[in-house]
């Protein structure tokens, strides 16, 4: 079975390359004949379908095993899995969004794209992680309250933070994608579209899971405030 994939592979790759090569010495021709003046040609590549397949089943798995280490590491940083499933999720849901924007707006899934929703993912990550801090702090002064209270004041203390930082990171990557070029149009969308979703998923989502998560997390969680 995988001797027939590989040949397949290599037929289309050879009955691309061929086609392609047939369209580039036909404009060749066209632009000699039509006077254009002195010219070179660069170089050519061809990516068979083989590789774009490799390139996807990689970015999968890579996201994957991401928010899998994102899981582990919020579980085991704030000793409760209601803040670490607040954060997946928040993830998963900046993620669809970005997906949804990307293909709505017919962008291609190259590496500069993948390589931003990484970095967006980074990005909404910490910006939860900044927010969860305080109310682990909060928690060991305001034992007495509730975990909604909590969460409430904890997210109004960081929210010029937020404000602030996601600003600035929106400024930049607007500016990418104004000035930046082509090349850079869908790193820089995506980066945009992430900034906008990851600061408000860190408050309306991974904030309001942890409020609404069973009542025993919330005990556990300021248990462990309580301690040194």
Known sequence: WSSDVCSSDLTVGAESGSSLSG??????????QGGVGGFS??????????VGRELRDKALL?????LLGILVYIAFRFKGMSFAVGVVVATIHDLLITLAF????????????IAAILTMTGYSTNDTIVIFDRVRENLRSM??????????????????????????????????????GEVLHGFAFTM????????????????????MWPSKAPARAGAVATGP
């Not at 369209?23 to 000699?32: C, F």
């Open 23 to 32: 369209t580039a010495d036909a404009v060749r021709n066209a632009l000699q």
């Open 41 to 50: 040609v660069v170089g050519t590549e061809i990516v068979v379908p083989a």
């Open 62 to 66: 890579a996201t994957v095993l991401s």
């Open 102 to 113: 990307l293909a709505f707006f017919r962008y291609d899934m190259t590496l500069n794209v």
């Open 143 to 180: 034992r007495r309250d509730s975990i909604g209270h909590v969460i409430n004041v904890s997210v109004n203390q960081t929210l010029g933070r937020t404000i602030i930082t996601s600003g600035t990171a929106l400024l930049t990557a607007l500016a990418l994608f104004f000035f930046g």
């Open 192 to 211: 945009v579209v992430g900034i906008i979703t990851g600061t408000y998923s860190s408050v309306f989502v991974a904030a309001a899971i942890v409020s």
